[in-house]
Nanobody, 115 residues
Framework: QVQVVESGGGLVQPGGSLRLSCAASGSILSVNPMGWYRQVLGKQRELVAEFTNSGSINYADFVKGRFTISRGNVKNTVYLQMHRLKPEDTAVYYC?????????WGPGTQVTVSS
């Protein structure tokens, strides 16, 4: 069994910053691909940033230069540092971890960008 938990969401003003954290635990024997997605009610979940199987990083175009994904010192933890936040970044942010053949998701953390 694998558990994924996100934290760090909240309310921030436009132009502000937030740092999201994600920890995956349970039956995971190695460092696995992990990523951040977001979803607005009524819309599809979309990729924000991810570590791939090869260890490279992918960013969605709409966050390039503003968001940074990084790994923590503890195995299977990742962070999403978000700067210059915009109202359109408001969403529930989800973290996932790939433990083949499955992908496990956390419950999400709400990020609201509003003045």
């Amino acid at each position: 069994q694998v558990q994924v938990v996100e934290s760090g969401g909240g309310l921030v003003q436009p132009g502000g910053s937030l740092r999201l954290s994600c920890a995956a635990s349970g039956s995971i024997l190695s460092v696995n691909p992990m990523g951040w997605y977001r979803q607005v009610l009524g819309k599809q979940r979309e990729l924000v940033a991810e570590f791939t199987n090869s260890g490279s990083i992918n960013y969605a175009d709409f966050v390039k230069g503003r968001f940074t994904i990084s790994r923590g010192n503890v195995k299977n933890t990742v962070y999403l540092q978000m700067h210059r936040l915009k109202p359109e970044d408001t969403a529930v942010y989800y973290c996932n971890v790939e433990v083949p053949p499955n992908v496990y998701w956390g419950p999400g953390t709400q990020v609201t960008v509003s003045s």
